[in-house]
């Protein structure tokens, strides 16, 4: 017959071991045979809840390669005792060159795992201490990474003043008169071998003259293109003007249509094929899934600039006036975004580093700019209203910040961090900013311009959301030893 200390026993060894279960594999976990394994079950699955998914996730991993090196070796992996832990830990810093981090964190993870199964941790042994000393003697250190450098007040500004004056991109002007001729009437297979002598431009229309490609009978076709005196952005005859420009062979009577590299157009003839692209997928890719944008739509969005370039300024100028996070940014609905009459933009923040679960979020004011340069509210509107042109109704679900493909399609899936981190970089050496820049650097360089300004640090960490100021303070880089020195102000 069983006591209660035999049940409370058994009672024990099925939560463990369901925790174990729950915590390597949450989402492979058997079906429970009755009412009772599904609360152990529940109950298992509240507990590894206590740490985030990717946490969970990582020291699973760590243990599944110390379980499978075990295995190997003819050791017992749970429980483990301390002897075990240290050749293991021995093998593995000699053959991959781990550093001593990395092996700590292995470590870790074997500890979580005896932890839920409520075994004795082989790293609470004192041998196991003295072992991990003597490693990081014999490990050398590994050198620290470079510090992402902050991007300060002035360098943003450089960014933004940088990216308007790109915002013109050579290749999208030269779309627009494709479209444009190709909406008058224009026959694509011989639109290759038009030269700027069978163009007549003047200030009513654009005339072209498209000869046969190949020696027949078949009589030249004029296609006439009449100006549009109510919408210079659709017009053909101001695409074709602004093409003429910038062309490498007009003053040559060359070919009208030509490839572009980087932001130069060049002289050699565009083919049948490549016309062909230009207008299928700029028609499919400004306008909403499924649909297609028409000529005159298609036009008027490439003679507004770029939509990435439209993307990118309103994300570096909100996540820098919000010191946000990269997650922080990448995680923002249309939704989140408030305005508030008179002041700006109220963020609601989903989750932040100190409320993973989103139980309580954070709201983050985003007030106007006094330059319009850097208006992070003027940025966001126009990235609205261009993601309003091309798709229609904008979803409050819809991301903020979508991908963005290079023909312009707004996608529906948010950027990655590591995505955020390759725009904040691409932009600032664009710029010719030199430094080490990442997607820290607009929170850093948030708080580090306010340092700067000697703006007092808790009014900084309410917009940080920082919790201690001895971790805001790590994101302060003093450029200047001298520039707010206090040796400077006590009376010397």
């Known amino acids: 017959m069983m006591t209660d200390k035999d049940a409370r026993a058994d009672l024990a060894d099925r939560m463990r071991t369901a925790r174990v279960r729950a915590f390597l594999d949450p989402d492979e976990v058997a079906q429970p045979a009755d009412e009772f394994e599904a609360l152990l079950l529940r109950t298992a699955q509240i507990h590894v809840q206590a740490v985030t998914e990717k946490t969970r996730s990582a020291y699973a991993r760590r243990w599944r390669k110390f379980e499978a090196w075990c295995g190997e070796n003819g050791f017992t992996a749970l429980p483990a005792p301390a002897e075990t832990l240290m050749l293991y830990l021995a093998a593995a810093g000699n053959a991959n060159g781990a550093s001593l981090n990395t092996l700590r964190g292995w470590a870790a993870a074997?500890?979580?795992i005896h932890e839920e199964a409520g075994l004795a941790s082989p790293t609470d042994d004192p041998a196991m201490r003295m072992f991990l000393r003597?490693?990081?003697?014999?490990?050398?250190?590994?050198?620290?990474p470079m510090q992402i450098s902050a991007l300060r007040i002035n360098g943003l500004r450089e960014v933004i003043r940088t990216l308007d004056a790109r915002s013109r991109d050579v290749r999208e002007v030269r779309d627009r008169a494709v479209l444009g001729v190709i909406e008058a009437g224009a026959i694509v297979n011989r639109m290759r071998m038009l030269n700027w002598s069978e163009v007549q431009i003047d200030r009513n229309a654009v005339t072209v003259t498209l000869l046969p490609?190949?020696?027949t009978s078949k009589s030249p076709v004029v296609v006439r293109a009449v100006a549009r005196a109510d919408d210079?952005?659709?017009?053909?005859?101001?695409?074709?003007?602004?093409?003429?420009?910038?062309?490498?062979?007009?003053d040559d009577d060359g070919a009208v249509f030509t490839t572009v590299e980087g932001q130069q157009a060049t002289q050699k003839r565009l083919g049948v094929r490549e016309i062909g692209r230009i207008k299928r997928t700029r028609l499919d890719a400004l306008a909403g899934e499924g649909k297609?944008?028409?000529?005159?739509?298609a036009m008027r969005l490439l003679a507004q600039g770029r939509t990435i370039d439209l993307r990118d300024k309103a994300l570096l100028l909100v996540g820098w006036a919000g010191a946000h996070r990269r997650g922080e940014v990448v995680d923002l609905r249309w939704e989140d975004v408030v305005p508030r009459d008179g002041e700006g933009l109220v963020i609601h923040l989903r989750r932040t580093k100190t409320d993973q679960e989103g139980r309580h979020g954070a709201k983050v004011g985003i007030p106007y700019g006094r330059n319009p340069l850097t208006c992070p509210v003027t940025a966001l509107a126009e990235w609205h209203g261009r993601v309003q042109q091309q798709l229609g109704d904008v979803d409050p679900k819809w991301p903020v910040f979508p991908g963005v493909t290079r023909a312009g399609r707004?996608?529906?899936q948010p950027l990655s961090p590591e995505a955020l981190t390759k725009v904040v970089r691409r932009r600032a050496q664009d710029a010719g900013l030199q430094g080490h820049w990442g997607g820290r650097s607009l929170r850093a360089g948030f708080i580090s311009t306010c340092a700067d300004l000697e703006i007092p640090l808790e009014k900084i960490a309410a917009q940080s959301r920082h919790v201690t100021l001895e971790s805001l303070s790590k994101y302060i880089r003093r450029a200047d030893p001298f520039r707010g020195s206090a040796a400077g102000k006590v009376g010397l």
């Not at 210079?232 to 007009?250: F, I, N, Q």
């Open 110 to 112: 074997i500890r979580r």
């Open 292 to 297: 297609k944008a028409s000529f005159a739509d």
């Open 232 to 250: 210079h952005a659709a017009c053909p005859v101001v695409a074709m003007a602004a093409w003429r420009d910038l062309s490498a062979t007009a």
């Open 134 to 144: 003597g490693l990081s003697r014999q490990i050398p250190p590994r050198e620290k």
């Open 213 to 215: 490609v190949e020696r």
């Open 410 to 412: 707004i996608g529906t």
